[in-house]
Every structure is written in structure tokens, then in C-alpha cells.
Nanobody
């Protein structure tokens, strides 16, 4: 059974940083492109960042470039999202997802697997 388990969310002040983790099990982790998505209250889920199977290629939503960094450790079956200079509008539930596609093709529809999410709250 495939499981993606996110952790690292919490309450942080604006301008602060958080590092999210997503631990995968039940799948051959290195076969999957991994991505982070988020869903703010009352809004649709949106793409944040993706990383290729080897970690050699990354792709970000335009608004996240420069503040967010995605990385992965295939030895630990874990993908990370480092978030800096957080803003109140970054408040959302953050989800990781896995799919056998390219980083540019990662989107909210058609992901093979989803985690249950971790809540990030940024106070002003």
C-alpha cells in the first residue's frame, strides 16, 4: 500500500521559514516525479513545485520561484519543500504527490498518489 506522509507544517510568523517533508512508502520512490501542491481555504488546489526522479530537474509555479526550494533524498524516500520569507497568503494545506510524468506535467489532475496534507499557517 502506497503512503505519502507529510510533516513539518505549523504556525509561523510572516517572514519566517518552514521545511516540509514527505515520506513515501510502498512504491519505488526513484521511479516517481514528486510534487508539492497546496490548497488555501476556499480555493482550489494549486501546483507549487516538482522535482524529477533523479532530483536533477525542478520546476516551480512562477509565484514560488526564489522563496521555495524542492529537493529529494532517494535513499530516504523523502521529498522536501523549504519555504522562506513566508507570507500570510502562503497559508494552506500542503500536499505531496507522486506521478510517473515530467516535472512540467505535474498538475492537480491525474496524480498517481496523494498524501493527506500538512497545514501551514502564516500569521501577519
Amino acid at each position: 500500500q502506497v503512503q505519502l506522509v507529510e510533516s513539518g507544517g505549523g504556525l509561523v510568523q510572516a517572514g519566517g521559514s518552514l521545511r516540509l517533508s514527505c515520506a513515501a512508502s510502498g512504491l519505488t520512490f526513484s521511479y516517481y516525479t514528486m510534487g508539492w501542491f497546496r490548497q488555501a481555504p476556499g480555493k482550489e488546489r494549486e501546483f507549487v513545485a516538482a522535482i524529477s526522479r533523479s532530483g536533477g530537474s525542478t520546476y516551480y509555479a512562477d509565484s514560488k520561484k526564489g522563496r521555495f526550494t524542492i529537493s529529494r533524498d532517494n535513499a530516504k524516500n523523502t521529498v522536501y519543500l523549504q519555504m522562506n520569507s513566508l507570507k500570510p497568503e502562503d497559508t494552506a494545506v500542503y500536499y505531496c504527490a507522486a506521478d510517473r510524468t515530467t516535472v512540467q506535467a505535474m498538475n492537480v489532475r491525474g496524480m498517481d498518489y496523494w498524501g493527506k496534507g500538512t497545514l501551514v499557517t502564516v500569521s501577519s
